[in-house]
């Protein structure tokens, strides 16, 4: 079974990676492809210009099992991917320490994300939508085009944008190729679990 992993630079270990005014909003800038030669993934990088996140494949696209990992290799998150007939979904389980310092995945998922049908916009074009739900205090999550790997935004029940991805722009104006994209997250946002829907997006897209 393909695996892949995430390996974040958290918060707490670089303070450089969050913004100083609490207010701010997050901004990240997503480059999808692997660090990792002929690989599949994604990598993201911080403010400061280091890797924040990564996804490293090194078998095949479009993995089963995706993990989640802090720098020093602590496994944070499973992405675990789950059909049901045409139907697909992702359920994100969260792990803590056990006994003894080792890593133990929490018996439900923290989160699940599931497919909707696609939608007929204007123009005759379809637009993919998939629904999170957080099981620990039952928030739910609309993800707009969702098949769209350059530009989706995520946002919550009562229709405000948590987070949203774009393409990038320079400084300038040029707009870079659909492979480099802006990751903007609400001040008071989980950055680790909109970095997992982003991960699931990536999966759903079939560009991870």
Known sequence: MAISRIQPLTAHLHPSATPADPQEKQVYTVWMKSL???????????????????????????SREVYVMDSGGKTLIKLLKKNFGVFKSWKGYSYCNGTGGSEEEAAKPWFSVQKAHRILK?????????????????KIYNIDDVSNKSE?????ADGKVVAEMKRKQTASGLVLGEDVLT??????????LVVGLVVVCGLLSRCI
């Open 36 to 62: 990792v030669f002929n690989g599949y993934g994604c990598t993201i990088y911080g403010r400061d210009g280091r890797v924040a996140y990564r996804v490293d494949n090194y078998a095949c696209s479009r």
């Open 122 to 138: 204007k123009g005759r074009q379809y637009s993919g939508r998939a629904v999170v739900t957080v099981c620990f205090n039952g």
């Open 152 to 156: 989706y935004r995520i946002s919550d």
């Open 183 to 192: 990751l903007t997250v609400g001040p008071t946002e989980d950055v680790l």
